[in-house]
């Protein structure tokens, strides 16, 4: 059987939980923890403290894990470690909270410096009023324009599935320029 | 158990801060990135302070302070440099070159200044020397270190913020398409803004420029607000993707496995 892998990441309350959800053919294996920290739990009750962990079986010698990473910045540990031989990565960044962008960035820095693999960003729950526009975001978020910025709704099927799509794209084209 | 440990685990701002809640007498002795320091106190408070081999003796200060002319320094140097800082000090007040005010007031500088030196040194070890105590021949100042803790997590704050903003010194600089005309940098600025070439990491940036990890990353992120610079991955640096990131080798089979994951993520 051979595996591959793909890593979401983001702030903390980005979606990434609900972003694997969608797409993985099993319950997704969630570390989740209920939030001691009153900001924190003022946003959700339960966050992902090691690793999110879902699948995609392609045929029976193939198949994709996807990994989501802890949001805060104290289980950033597990980021490395997560991130080893992955093939491309997700950065997640939720539209409607803007002062998490700085950390999505850094987040984002992080992870560029990990490894040179491809990646999108996803503005995540553009389905909401109050989210950001995506060219304001890619202000924010400062992404280079060649950078793959796309909108997102985590707990939509097919808005995930384009998220993927466009990052095995990145992936291909990226192989194919490099030889 | 002993007071020792490492600056990553233990900021300056933090041991300033248990040494004074503690009230304790020794010598604090940091091991930075390039020099030793030695921050001496008494009962929780600042006493003296030293970086390295450099000449802080009374002399010395006060002529920089300018309270003593070029010649009156290199006079003092020729005919009492084995005078000890407290009977120096206490000639030039008899002499009436200079105030004991004065004397107090540049030593508690150099003391803090010197103290604020070690806010930049994140990487490093510490210990506390109890048996230590501050050198009995220098005038020992007598500093609250309150202000100091006050301006210590000031500095944090601003230390996490840089790291947040740019994690990884070991990624390059390149210039946007904004041109640098009309931009007011300074002389740090200038020097980190020559070598900016996709082919340099911001390591070898500091490293040429002298600058630690706190320098280096105010500047980037100075030059990254203003949009004249991106933060790329260094050319010319080859990179070994993962063996782990596919199960084959050979480059037309990893091909077909990509395309085997965009089929199948199309019929989901």
């Not at chain 1, 280079?144 to 796309?150: G, H, M, N, R």
């Not at chain 2, 309270?67 to 320094?73: C, D, E, G, P």
């Not at chain 2, 140097?77 to 000639?91: C, F, N, Q, Y």
């Not at chain 2, 607000?225 to 084959?248: C, H, N, W, Y």
Request: aromatic share 6%; charged share 25%.
């Amino acid at each position: 059987m051979q595996t591959v892998k793909m890593v979401v990441t983001g702030p903390f309350s980005a979606g990434k939980t609900q972003f694997i959800q969608s797409v993985s053919e099993i319950d997704v294996v969630a570390t989740e923890r209920k939030i001691s920290s009153n900001e924190e739990r003022s946003v959700k009750d339960a966050t992902t403290v090691a690793m999110d962990f879902g699948r995609i079986t392609v045929d029976e010698d193939l198949v994709l894990y996807l990994f989501g990473t802890p949001g805060q910045k104290r289980f950033d540990f597990m980021w490395e470690i997560l991130s080893e031989g992955m093939l491309g990565f997700i950065v997640m960044v939720d539209s409607t909270r803007p002062e998490t962008f700085r950390e999505a960035r850094s987040i984002l820095e992080t992870f560029r410096a990990y490894a040179p693999t491809p990646y999108v960003v996803v503005a995540n729950k553009q389905d909401m009023k109050d989210a950001w526009e995506l060219e304001d975001m890619r202000h924010a978020l400062r992404l280079d324009p060649k950078v793959k910025f796309l909108s997102c709704v985590s707990t939509k099927r097919d808005s995930v599935k384009t998220i993927l799509l466009e990052l095995l794209y990145s992936i291909l084209e990226e192989m194919e320029t490099g030889g | 158990m002993a007071l020792r440990g490492n600056l990553r685990d233990f900021t300056i701002t933090q041991l300033l801060n248990l040494i004074n809640l503690a009230g304790k007498t020794g010598t604090l002795v940091v091991d930075g990135p390039t020099d030793q320091a030695h921050v001496a106190f008494l009962n929780g408070k600042l006493a003296f302070a030293r970086v390295g081999n450099e000449d802080n003796r009374l002399a010395t200060l006060l002529h920089r302070a300018n309270k003593l002319t070029a010649n009156q320094y290199r006079a003092l140097v020729e005919r009492a440099g084995a005078m000890t800082d407290k009977e120096l000090g206490l000639l030039l007040i008899n002499a009436g070159y200079v105030s004991q005010e004065d004397i107090l007031i540049n030593l508690q500088e150099h003391c803090s200044e010197t103290v604020r030196r070690l806010y930049t040194w994140v990487e490093g070890s510490f210990r506390f020397e109890a048996d230590l105590l501050p050198p009995e021949d220098r005038i020992n100042v007598r500093l609250d270190l309150e202000n100091l803790i006050i301006e210590g997590s000031r500095h944090l704050r601003e230390w996490e913020q840089l790291q947040d903003e740019i994690p990884s010194l070991d990624m390059a600089l390149k210039f946007t398409d904004r041109p640098l005309q009309n931009v007011n940098l300074n002389v740090e600025e200038w020097r980190v803004v020559s070598y900016i070439n996709p082919k340099n990491t911001m390591k070898q940036i500091a490293g040429a420029n002298k600058m630690n990890d706190l320098e280096i990353r105010r500047i980037v992120y100075g030059l990254l607000q203003a949009g004249l610079v991106d933060i790329v991955r260094p050319e010319g640096v080859t990179v070994t993707p993962s063996p782990k990131m596919f199960p084959t080798r050979d480059k037309e089979e990893q091909k077909s496995l990509v395309n085997k994951l965009i089929g199948r993520i199309r019929s989901l």
